[in-house]
Every structure is written in C-alpha cells, then in structure tokens.
C-alpha cells in the first residue's frame, strides 16, 4: 500500500516534467506577439512548438532558398536579417525586400507552391522553419492561425502597393528618407530602438532596393549627416532628426 502511495507522487512528478519540456519555446521568444495568433491556448501552442524547425545559424551570403528550392516551408527570422531578390529580364539582380526578426520570409510561394525569389542571409542569421503541410493541417484546427497568415499575406501586399509608390512619385532624397522612417518603425514594433539600429544591407542593395544608383545613395548619407538628419558610425546609423525627416517625406 505504502509503495503505490510512493508510486502516485512519482506519475505527478514525471507529468509535470513532461509539462515542463513541452512547454512551447514559442511562449519564452520575445518574438512571440509579433509571429504568432493572439488567443492561443497552451495546449495550441505546445502542438504548434512541435511542428516548428529551428536553424542553425546562417552565415552572411548563405543561401535559405531559391526560386529552384522545392517549396516546403514557411520562414520566419530569429536572429539577423535576410534578402529576398530576383533576377530582372536584363539578368540583373533585383532585391525585392529585406526581412528582419519576426517577420515571415516565403508567403508569397503560397499561391503556386512555388519560391518567387531567392532568400540570402545578409549577416549570421537564423530561422523558425515552418512545414507547410503541418501548418495547414494545424490551420484547421487553429483558426485563429489561418487568420494570421492572412494578416501576414495583407500586410506583405501592403508593403508591395506601399513599396511601387515609393519607387513611382518620390525623388531620390524622399526615397531614402521614407526608407530609414520604415526602418525605424519596423525596428521599434520588435522592441529594439527606433532611433538607432544596425544597417545589415550594403549601400549597394540599398540602391537596387529603391531603384537608385549607390553613388546617389552614398552620396545622400553624406548629405543627411551634414543637415545633422542622422550620424554613422560602421554599420551603426542613428536618426537624430526624426521629425526633419518626416517633414522631408511629405
């Protein structure tokens, strides 16, 4: 009698213990509000922790997928950040966006189940891998996951719609401008600071990213820092004159 009142408190450690290791890291990421659906239950998050791969690191250049990489995964950034680009009808290089922590990377291979563009590593970086196929099986179950895909997949057009206009009707020194401003909020909707935060991207992809030569881009730099807009230090940029900057945009 006395070794199955031993044997009760035993089951009750080993169940917390298995509690405790299937407690989903999704819940410890800082991250978290920013990639996963509000009003998850635990038990949702521990099922959707199960089905998450997390990388090794990415070394700066390394590839995470390109357009002849069967689509499998969706992607979401840990650490670091990456750029997606395609390849122009002139054979050039065309980057198309970078993708700093928390923000999903491949939803636009949704549709034809198909990479539209190859994803680099701009500095060591890592991933949360998520496998389509378990994440749509999950998504039936977890509606409020298929909603936040969707929220991702509006926001992502947003971004697009946002991105031609950016390219269409602003002049050069606009252009950069409404570029560090979107930086900055991005950087500050993930808990960093929004007045100072490291450039990954070279000048060079800066310029294809906004459709400018990189001898404009250096040169607007230098301009920005003489009007006391902002001041670098490596690959360090701090915005000092928020409020010059937005009325610089308008």
Request: hydrophobic share 35%.
């Amino acid at each position: 009698m006395s070794s199955s009142n031993n044997i009760t408190p035993l089951f009750q450690d080993l169940a917390k213990l298995e509690n405790e290791q299937h407690r989903a890291v999704c819940q410890d990421c800082s991250l978290s509000r920013l990639c996963l659906p509000l009003g998850l239950h635990n038990d949702d998050l521990v099922q959707l922790d199960k089905i998450i791969k997390r990388s090794n690191s990415y070394k700066r250049g390394h590839s995470l997928f390109s357009i002849d990489t069967p689509f499998k995964s969706l992607f979401v950034v840990r650490s670091g950040s990456f750029k997606t680009t395609i390849s122009a009808s002139n054979g050039r290089e065309q980057v198309t966006g970078f993708y700093f922590p928390g923000e999903f990377i491949g939803l636009d291979a949704i549709h034809e189940q198909v990479y539209k563009s190859n994803a680099r590593a701009l500095e060591s970086s890592s991933v949360c891998e998520l496998p389509y196929e378990n994440l749509q099986e999950l998504g039936q179950e977890m509606p409020q996951l298929q909603l936040q895909l969707l929220s991702r997949l509006s926001k992502e057009l947003s971004g697009d719609k946002g991105l031609m206009l950016l390219l269409g009707k602003k002049s050069a020194e606009e252009k950069l401008a409404t570029y560090l401003l979107s930086l900055s909020k991005r950087f500050n909707e993930r808990g960093y600071s929004a007045t100072e935060f490291q450039l990954s991207m070279s000048r060079t992809d800066i310029g294809n990213h906004l459709g400018l030569a990189v001898e404009t881009v250096s040169r607007l730099f230098s301009r920005f820092q003489e009007q006391g807009l902002i001041a670098i230090a490596g690959k360090t940029i701090s915005l000092q004159a928020m409020d010059k900057m937005d009325a610089l945009c308008k």
